[in-house]
Structures are given as C-alpha cells and as structure tokens.
C-alpha cells in the first residue's frame, strides 16, 4: 500500500473512531501533497511523498523550539502530537550510531579527507539517508570525520 493510499484509510478510520485531532492532522498532510501534485500536474509516488513528509516534520520541529523558547507549553504539548501522528508514516529513522557508520563508509567511498570535500561526500551521502536522518546530524557528522 502507498503512503497516499495509507493516508486516506487512516483519515476513514480517523473519522470512524471521530478522532478529531488525527483527523485534522492526515488532512494537512494530504492537503501539502495534494497542493504539490496540482503545481507539478501528476500523483506523486512514495518517495515524493516522503519529501512532503520530511519538510511538515521539519516545520513542526521549528515551530515546537520557538513554542518551548516563548514558555509556550500549549503550542509545545499540540505540536508534539502533531509530530506523533506525521512520524507512523515515516520510515524508522536511524540512530546516530548508524549515521555515523555510513558516514564512515561514504568518506571512505568518496576518498575524501578535507572539508574541501565535503559537497562530494554530502552528494553521496544524502540519498542513502534521505528521509531516515536529520540533516543537521549528517552534516556535523561529516564536518567531524572530515576535520
């Protein structure tokens, strides 16, 4: 089953179970992917999809700093379960541990051994962490191998 397609059986049963939050929550989401499939005239596949996914988690962790900075809990406490429900569609993410194996296999790969090289590394790399890893890790990670 595509994540399109799990989206909408979750937001049926959201709306069967009248699980108002979950609800609103798939419908953002497929709101931000119905908007990208008109601009772009076609269905998105998974990996699109994905992409879509990965730029809400990303608002959602920005908004929940500035929330948590402004002593705003109430905001805090919504987004937190916002990110909850975006993440099941998520793929498992990968611990820093691993990120840092296959950044050591990447720079290993690539035979870089300074920061000059580092766009070739992070080209390299980034497909193979794409939607598993955060991006602010991968590259202090490789900032630190590099060094």
Same mark, same amino acid.
């Given at each position: 089953?595509?994540? @399109?397609?799990?989206?909408?059986?979750?937001?049926?049963?959201?709306?069967?179970?009248?699980?108002?939050?979950? $609800?609103?929550?798939?419908?953002?989401?497929? @709101?931000?992917?119905? =908007?990208?499939?008109?601009? /772009?005239?076609?269905?998105?596949?998974? =990996?699109?999809?994905?992409?879509?996914? =990965?730029?809400?988690?990303? /608002?959602?962790?920005?908004?929940?700093? *500035?929330?948590?900075?402004?002593?705003?809990?109430?905001?805090?406490?919504?987004?937190?379960? *916002?990110? *909850?429900?975006?993440?099941?569609?998520?793929?498992?993410?990968?611990?820093?541990? &691993?990120?840092?194996?296959?950044?050591? /296999?990447?720079?290993? &790969?690539?035979?870089?051994?300074?920061?000059?090289?580092?766009?070739?590394?992070?080209?390299?790399?980034?497909?193979?962490?794409?939607?598993?890893?955060?991006?602010?890790?991968? =590259?202090?990670?490789?900032?630190?191998? $590099?060094?």
């Amino acid at each position: 089953m595509s994540l @399109s397609e799990r989206l909408n059986e979750d937001m049926k049963q959201a709306m069967k179970n009248q699980d108002k939050f979950k $609800l609103s929550v798939i419908r953002m989401i497929r @709101s931000a992917i119905k =908007n990208v499939e008109i601009d /772009q005239k076609r269905t998105l596949d998974d =990996n699109e999809v994905l992409e879509i996914l =990965n730029r809400e988690v990303k /608002q959602r962790k920005d908004s929940l700093q *500035e929330f948590e900075k402004a002593g705003r809990g109430d905001l805090a406490d919504s987004v937190k379960k *916002e990110l *909850e429900v975006i993440s099941a569609y998520m793929p498992r993410q990968l611990t820093a541990e &691993e990120v840092e194996d296959i950044v050591k /296999q990447t720079i290993q &790969e690539t035979g870089a051994s300074s920061k000059a090289d580092m766009g070739k590394v992070m080209g390299a790399l980034m497909p193979k962490v794409k939607g598993r890893a955060d991006g602010k890790l991968v =590259n202090q990670l490789v900032q630190k191998h $590099l060094a």
